[in-house]
C-alpha cells in the first residue's frame, strides 16, 4: 500500500537538525549510506523494524517520522494524477516528487484546485444559461426580430419586381424591427453585465464562504462581545462576496452570535482548561444542545485549546453546509466526503451520539476523534416529520495503544486506498490493479 | 384552384414576409396568432400544409400539434414547425410530436418555400 507521507523528508530534517553525518546514521542504522540517502529523498520506502531503528538512531518517537501536514498536498496530486489517468507506477512515486520537488509539486496541487474550480464554474455558466428565463425569453425576441428583419430584407434584395407599396411596407418594417432589435440587445447585455458582477463569476458561494474563514480564522472577537452586532461583522467580512454567499455567511454568523452569548468566552476557557475539547462537558456546563456546544468549540481560540479541532455541518441530503478542515483532516472542497464518516451515519440514527476514533486509510499515522449528532432543525410542527442537520467535531486523538475500536475511513472515494470497503461509490486511483469488489 | 397554406405564428412582420413570399409563389395563405384557439381553426381551414410556431401565446406549438396528431380527422396534415432555439432537444420534442419538417429561427426564405412545397407533393 502506498504511503503518502514524506517520512524520508522528515528523517533528514531531524538528521541534520541533530548534525549528524549520513554516514553515522547509517551505520547505527546497520544500513549502506547509499541506501539510506535513497530514503531521504523518499526514494525508497520505509516502515517496519528499520523505521524504528532509524527513529531509535536519531532519539525519537517513529510516530513523529511519519506524520506531517502533506496530507492536503498528496490528495490534491493525486486528484491531478486520477484526471490525467497516471500510470500506476507513477502514481506510487507521488511522496519521492512532492518530496524532491517541493515548489513544482506545490504549483501543479494549486492548478489542480483552480481547474477543479473553474471546472465548477463553467457547469454553473452553464447551468445559468439553460435554466435562467430571462435570458432565454431575450434570446427568444432576438432571434424572432432577426427572423423578421432577414425575410423581409431578402424579399427586397432578391431580383425581381416588387410592387412600390410593398417595398415601403417591406422597408418600415426592417426599420422597426432593427430598432426593436437595438433595445432587446441593448437590455441583453445591460442583463449579463449585472449578474456578472453580482454573482462573482467563479465561486461556488460555500467556496466564497470557505475563503472568509481561511482568510480571518474560524474565532471572530467582534461577536464575542454583548453587544455584537451580526449586521456589522457581516457588512464587514461579506465585501465583495455574491448574494448567496452574503446569505450564507449571515445565517452562518447569526448562528455564531446566539452560541457565543449562550456560552460566553471567558466560561468556555474555564471548561476548556478543565475538561478540553469535549463538546459533553461544554454542553452539560452551559445546559445546552450537543451541536452547539460542537460550534462553540470549532470557533474558540485556538490558544486555549489542546489542539485545534475541526467541525464538518451537512444537512439531511448529505451536502456540506460549514466546513472547518484540520491539516491532518482535510475536507473535501466539492461534493461529499467518506460515507463512513460518523458524520453521514448519525443522519441514520438522530440524537444518537455517535463517537468513533478514525485513522485515515490514504494516511500512515493521524488519529481523530469524531464525535457526530443529527439533531432536528426548525420549529416542531404537529404531524409533519422534521428536518435533520448532522454535525461532525474532529478532535485529534494521541496515538497510542487503546482498547476502542480504530475505525479505517477515508477523505473521497477516488484516493482511498481501503480495499474492500462496503460504502465505496467510486473506484479509487490507489487501487487501481485490485480487484474490483461489485 | 390555389393550394392553401396556414400559417400560425404571434410576430406580425414574420407573417407578413413569410404570407408575401408564398402569395407571390401561387400560395393563397391564410395566419392566424394565437395558440389557444387554433386546433379549431386548423379544422375549420382545412389547409393543405401548416406552418407552426413553437412559442404562442395561449398554448405551444407542441401541444397543438399533438393534438392534431390525436384526431383522425386531421391527422394526415403535412406540419412545419417553427422555433428561435435550435437545440436537439426541440428537434427531438417536435420530431416525437409529429411533425414532418422542422425550422430554426432566423431561416432562410428560399428554404421555407422550398420545404413547403415539398410537403405539399407528399
Not at chain 1, 37 to 56: M, P, S, T, W, Y
Not at chain 1, 77 to 82: G, I, M, P, S, V
Not at chain 2, 87 to 115: H, W, Y
Request: hydrophobic share 40%; glycine share 6%.
Amino acid at each position: 500500500m502506498p504511503r503518502d507521507t514524506l517520512t524520508g523528508s522528515r528523517i533528514r530534517e531531524r538528521r541534520v537538525m541533530t548534525g549528524l553525518k549520513q554516514s553515522e546514521l547509517a551505520k547505527r542504522a546497520d544500513i549502506s549510506p547509499s541506501y539510506l540517502n535513497l530514503i531521504e529523498h523518499n526514494r525508497r520506502r520505509i516502515g517496519g523494524k528499520l523505521l524504528v531503528d532509524i527513529a531509535h538512531a536519531l532519539g525519537v518517537e517513529p510516530g513523529s517520522l511519519t506524520e506531517g501536514a502533506e496530507t492536503a498536498l498528496l490528495a490534491n496530486l493525486r486528484e491531478a494524477a486520477t484526471s490525467a489517468e497516471m500510470p500506476e507506477a507513477e502514481l506510487a512515486r507521488v511522496e519521492e516528487f512532492a518530496g524532491r520537488f517541493p515548489g513544482w509539486a506545490g504549483l501543479l496541487a494549486d492548478s489542480q484546485r483552480k481547474i477543479e474550480t473553474l471546472q465548477h464554474s463553467v457547469e454553473a455558466l452553464t447551468d445559468r444559461l439553460t435554466h435562467d428565463p430571462h435570458l432565454a425569453a431575450s434570446l427568444h425576441e432576438m432571434l424572432s426580430t432577426v427572423t423578421a428583419i432577414r425575410s423581409a430584407a431578402s424579399i427586397l434584395a432578391e431580383p425581381g419586381v416588387i410592387e412600390p407599396e410593398w417595398q415601403r411596407r417591406f422597408n418600415r418594417n426592417i426599420y422597426e424591427d432593427s430598432a426593436r432589435l437595438a433595445d432587446t440587445s441593448r437590455s441583453l447585455a445591460q442583463y449579463l453585465e449585472e449578474s456578472d458582477s453580482e454573482a462573482s463569476e467563479t465561486n461556488a458561494p460555500q467556496d466564497e464562504l470557505d475563503a472568509v474563514f481561511q482568510k480571518v480564522g474560524f474565532h471572530l472577537p467582534a461577536l464575542e462581545t454583548p453587544q455584537a452586532d451580526v449586521d456589522t461583522v457581516a457588512a464587514d467580512l461579506g465585501q465583495g462576496l455574491s448574494q448567496a454567499a452574503k446569505w450564507l455567511l449571515q445565517r452562518t454568523l447569526v448562528r455564531y452570535r446566539t452560541d457565543a452569548r449562550r456560552m460566553p468566552l471567558s466560561d468556555c476557557a474555564d471548561a476548556v482548561a478543565a475538561s478540553g475539547s469535549d463538546p459533553f462537558a461544554l454542553a452539560a456546563r452551559f445546559g445546552c444542545d450537543l451541536a452547539s456546544a460542537m460550534r462553540r468549540l470549532a470557533h474558540l481560540p485556538e490558544d486555549i485549546l489542546p489542539d485545534p479541532v475541526g467541525l464538518a455541518i451537512c444537512d439531511g441530503s448529505g451536502v456540506t453546509t460549514f466546513r472547518k478542515p484540520l491539516p491532518e483532516f482535510p475536507l473535501p472542497r466539492l461534493g461529499a466526503g467518506c460515507a463512513l464518516w460518523p458524520l453521514y451515519r448519525a443522519l441514520a440514527r438522530p440524537m444518537m451520539v455517535h463517537v468513533a476514533v478514525m485513522q485515515q486509510s490514504a494516511r500512515a499515522a493521524a488519529r481523530h476523534r469524531g464525535f457526530a449528532i443529527s439533531q432536528p432543525i426548525g420549529q416542531a410542527v404537529a404531524g409533519e416529520d422534521v428536518l435533520f442537520e448532522s454535525h461532525m467535531l474532529i478532535v485529534p486523538e494521541p496515538k497510542r495503544d487503546t482498547s476502542e475500536t480504530v475505525r479505517r475511513v477515508g477523505l473521497t472515494c477516488r484516493i482511498c486506498p481501503h480495499p474492500d470497503c462496503d460504502a465505496r461509490r467510486e473506484p479509487s486511483i490507489m487501487v487501481a490493479s485490485a480487484p474490483r469488489k461489485l | 384552384m390555389s393550394k392553401q397554406v396556414l400559417l400560425i405564428e404571434d410576430e406580425p412582420n414574420i407573417i407578413e414576409a413569410i404570407s408575401f413570399i408564398l402569395s407571390r409563389d401561387g400560395w393563397s395563405v391564410k395566419t392566424h396568432s394565437n395558440g389557444a384557439d387554433a386546433v379549431e381553426m386548423v379544422k375549420e381551414r382545412r389547409p393543405d400544409v401548416l406552418i407552426l410556431d413553437v412559442m404562442l401565446p395561449g398554448k405551444s406549438g407542441y401541444d397543438i400539434l399533438r393534438e392534431l396528431r390525436d384526431d383522425p380527422d386531421i391527422n394526415g396534415l403535412p406540419v412545419l414547425m417553427l422555433t428561435a432555439r435550435g437545440q436537439t432537444k426541440d428537434r427531438e420534442i417536435a420530431e416525437r410530436a409529429g411533425c414532418d419538417a422542422f425550422m430554426t429561427k432566423p431561416f432562410s426564405n428560399a428554404d421555407v418555400l422550398e420545404t413547403v412545397r415539398a410537403l405539399a407533393a407528399k
